[in-house]
């Protein structure tokens, strides 16, 4: 490795200086417990529906075939040679051999590579954010993260962790699809764990429901596990950071939603979308993505899912305030931003949908050179 400086990551846009990028090294399957059918319910809500009342823990395992993993090793490699050309430095998690199961006293599930690594950590400031994982299988995850994590902390920076959800039974908030015309037990009967007498819904938050723009940091809530997962930033680090209540843009993360790609300018999925977010941002110059033609979403066979919507390709990776990495399988996106005077990067990134991340996603930025500067006013 080289040498690591203190984290420093306050934007989305600055010029990236150091990132991480994930592996999907061992990964061999999806485990559908309760966790991943309510994170991904949106998506993944037909294939459950028609798997209903299968019974047993085999009927939640979803293989991936080797030759798609290998292919989607391929396109990281790929994305790592394009940060690298551009000048970042780039560090990668441990890789996890293989899938296994992992336990607490109330659940069982399969563990997870570190491939979405912006998912369960944020940086803020010189702060290095541990947040806390929805899906059972991801408990762990972070693990993979900490030989690089442990080298920034050793170099100074901070580094914290909210509290560890127990993902019991219960603790899981599903209020967000109450009004939906999706039948929310079929997620909810998946739940085989234990109650925790008393626990109730807990803080269960993911890194990638904030985006940050200096001082301000955006944070999406679509139910109570996310609002108190909001208190709990306002409360730690509120002397520094202004955090922003979006209320339910997604029923998770944001960044499929939004992505500000420099300071008064954004990528945004629709229009309906501008009235979520703060007064100072409407006036921002908006760029909303065009229809793509389908080409880099593949049908694959059998029971495999696409946990992702179309909308993954809109999660760019800014490198500076002109230059974007774009999946070069979205040609419609990549001439949109060319016209609009943009460096475009294309890189392909086939499986997008079925490992549920886009470049920003499978990428975390630990150094890049803004500050704390403040973009939504004083």
Same mark, same amino acid.
């Given at each position: ?17 150091? *990132? ?5 090294? %061992? ?11 309510? #994170? ?9 529906? /028609? ?19 290998? @292919?989607? !090793? @391929? ?8 940060? +690298? ?13 293989? !899938? ?13 590579? =570190? ?26 995850? /972070? ?37 939906? @015309? ?24 993911? =890194? ?10 955006? *944070? ?22 202004? #955090? ?7 029923? /998770? ?19 309906? #979308? ?12 908006? &760029? ?18 696409? &946990? ?25 996106? *990549? ?12 890189? +392909?990134?086939?499986? %997008?949908?079925?490992?549920? %991340? ?9 150094? +890049? ?10």
């Amino acid at each position: 490795m080289s040498q690591i400086r203190v984290v420093h990551s306050f934007d989305e846009w600055s010029t990236l200086r150091e *990132v991480i990028v994930g592996s999907v090294a %061992g990964y061999e399957l999806h485990h559908l417990d309760v966790s991943f059918a309510l #994170f991904y319910f949106e998506n993944i809500y037909a294939p459950l529906r /028609n798997r209903k009342g299968a019974g047993g823990s085999g009927s939640q395992i979803v293989a991936i075939p080797r030759p798609i993993v290998a @292919e989607a !090793q @391929e396109d990281l490699e790929e994305l790592v040679t394009a940060l +690298r050309d551009f000048g970042a430095t780039v560090f990668r998690p441990a890789d996890l051999a293989a !899938q296994g199961q992992i336990a607490s006293p109330s659940w069982t599930s399969q563990s997870t590579p =570190a491939l979405n690594v912006r998912d369960q950590a944020l940086i803020l400031g010189s702060t290095i954010l541990e947040t806390a994982p929805h899906v059972r299988g991801r408990i762990f995850e /972070n693990d993979m993260l900490k030989p690089i994590f442990y080298r920034y902390f050793n170099a100074g920076s901070a580094w914290l962790s909210m509290p560890r959800p127990a993902l019991a039974k219960g603790s899981l908030d599903p209020s967000y699809f109450a009004d939906s @015309e999706l039948d929310i037990q079929v997620a909810l009967e998946r739940d085989d764990a234990q109650l925790i007498p008393g626990l109730g819904h807990e803080i269960i938050f993911d =890194a990638a429901q904030c985006i940050r723009l200096g001082r301000d940091v955006l *944070v999406n809530v679509a139910n109570a596990n996310h609002e108190m997962g909001y208190r709990w930033l306002r409360q730690v680090f509120g002397r520094n950071f202004r #955090f922003h209540r979006i209320y339910q843009a997604a029923d /998770n993360h944001i960044d499929s939603v939004l992505a500000p790609l420099r300071p008064g300018v954004m990528l945004l999925r629709a229009p309906g #979308f501008l009235q979520l977010l703060p007064p100072a941002m409407r006036n921002w110059d908006i &760029i909303y993505p065009p229809e793509g033609d389908g080409a880099s979403f593949p049908e694959y066979r059998g029971d495999m899912l696409h &946990i992702a919507s179309r909308y993954i390709d809109m999660n760019v990776l800014s490198l500076d305030e002109n230059t974007v990495i774009v999946n070069a399988l979205y040609p419609e996106l *990549v001439r949109q931003l060319e016209r609009r005077r943009f460096d475009v990067i294309p890189v +392909r990134l086939r499986h %997008g949908r079925l490992f549920g %991340g886009g470049f920003h996603c499978v990428t975390l930025d630990c150094v +890049r050179d803004g500050g704390l500067e403040s973009y939504l006013g004083k």
